[in-house]
């Protein structure tokens, strides 16, 4: 198991977590069988989206003697009413379902106090108008919560509140997500008619949104990384079927990206998206299925797969155009990026020009001439 830090913490999480929805309603044995299995293979985090109370106090029993070892994402602003899940942007709400959370998972502390699910500009300004950022930032001081974070699927929202402390993102990561542009609207990404269009490529702006993630450092949990399953199937909005170990490689391939959620409804899933951990390179490799999908053109964007290698001077070139990327984006060397690109072993002023890389890059990406501009942006 690959694990990352939380942004700026030093919090590490492993690549692949699990998600809630397939613990809901069953049993304690079922519970513990499914964490001590995940454990095994190091899954180290969970996401707890749902306040359902049996759901916390299994989950707190289970973890109980690993407690400090074991990342949770709680989630400010949901509430449990009637045997029901909902979100509230009520403070004496959030407040009270908060302090119940904690109660229910037997702990002191969440390691990341997640505002759940703005979707829209509108419901951000509620959340500040309401207390509830600041609600969340009083957590944080009494430790309450380690890390501030929030979940969306709108690119324009998920902008804007990096700006105001938000530490840890959860967002909504896919190839077919990643092509449609941020809306109000988020029911249009699970519309198979959405799909219906030629696409050019990668929504700027959800480009723009990781490269900014990674230059301020916050960090990207990632859920629906499966497309709800759909992404899976012959019915997937691409027209043609991925693998999990496809998916959670293309999540972990975007920037700033530390851990895929991965919804686990059995057992048989949840090994499913393991087998990630022991993988071979070219079953990681998404490139050559995004590469067939029709009615999409990925021309020209290089999308950090590594199907180019290998380079013929061992070059990481997915990592260079990451950095190169990120430069650009920003119009100067951010200090962090420049670190980054220093610890690579091998950097853009060993290329060759080979052409090898280019030959088998299935995006006619023009790797020798961003290697030039990494030389130049870099120095080396
Ligand atoms: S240059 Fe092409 S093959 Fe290489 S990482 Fe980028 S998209 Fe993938
Ligand atoms: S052209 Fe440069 S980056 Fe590509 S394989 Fe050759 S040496 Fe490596």
């Not at 919090?11 to 095994?40: H, P, Q, W």
């Not at 300004?125 to 919560?145: F, P, R, T, W």
């Not at 998920?158 to 449609?180: R, T």
């Amino acid at each position: 198991m690959e694990y990352r830090k939380l942004g700026k913490s030093n919090i590490e999480v492993s690549v692949i977590g699990f998600g809630c929805e397939g613990f809901l309603n069953k049993s304690l044995e079922y519970t513990k069988e499914m964490f001590d299995f995940a454990r095994s293979y190091g899954v180290n985090c969970m996401d707890l989206y749902s306040p359902d109370p049996d759901l916390h106090k299994r989950v707190g029993q289970v973890i109980k003697e690993y407690r400090n070892e074991f990342i949770l994402q709680g989630h400010i602003c949901t509430k449990w009413a009637d045997g029901q899940y909902s979100a509230t942007r009520n403070l004496n709400e959030v407040i009270n379902s908060f302090e119940t959370q904690l109660r229910n998972l037997d702990t002191d502390y969440l390691d990341i106090g997640m505002i759940h699910y703005v979707d829209s500009l509108e419901t951000w300004q509620q959340v500040i108008d309401n207390g509830i950022l600041d609600y969340a930032k009083s957590l944080k001081e009494q430790e309450k919560i380690k890390l501030i974070g929030l979940s969306s699927h709108n690119p324009i929202v998920a902008l804007e509140v990096i700006k105001h402390g938000i530490e840890v993102l959860m967002f909504s990561v896919n190839p077919c997500y990643d092509l449609l542009p941020g809306d109000d609207d988020c029911e249009a990404l699970f519309d198979a008619s959405s799909y219906e269009k030629e696409f050019l490529n990668f929504d700027p702006l959800r480009v723009q949104l990781y490269e900014a993630c990674q230059r301020e450092g916050v960090a990207i949990t990632v859920m629906k990384a499966f497309g709800g399953g759909e992404l899976l199937s012959e019915n997937s909005p691409a027209k043609l079927p991925l693998t999990p170990t496809e998916c959670i490689h293309y999540a972990l391939t975007r920037p700033a990206v530390v851990t895929v959620f991965s919804g686990v409804r059995s057992k048989d899933d949840l090994e499913k998206s393991l087998y990630y951990c022991n993988s071979s390179d070219s079953e990681k490799d998404y490139a050559k299925v995004l590469a067939k999908l029709p009615k999409i053109s990925w021309e020209g964007s290089c999308m950090y797969c590594g199907h180019c290698a290998p380079c013929a001077r061992k070059i990481d070139i997915a990592s260079v155009t990451k950095f190169l990327n990120l430069c650009i984006a920003q119009n100067e060397v951010p200090e962090t990026v420049r670190e980054h690109y220093k610890a690579l072993k091998y950097h853009a002023s060993d290329c060759i020009e080979c052409g090898a890389c280019e030959k088998r890059c299935p995006f006619s990406v023009k790797i020798i001439e961003n290697m030039k501009k990494a030389k130049d942006i870099f120095g080396y």
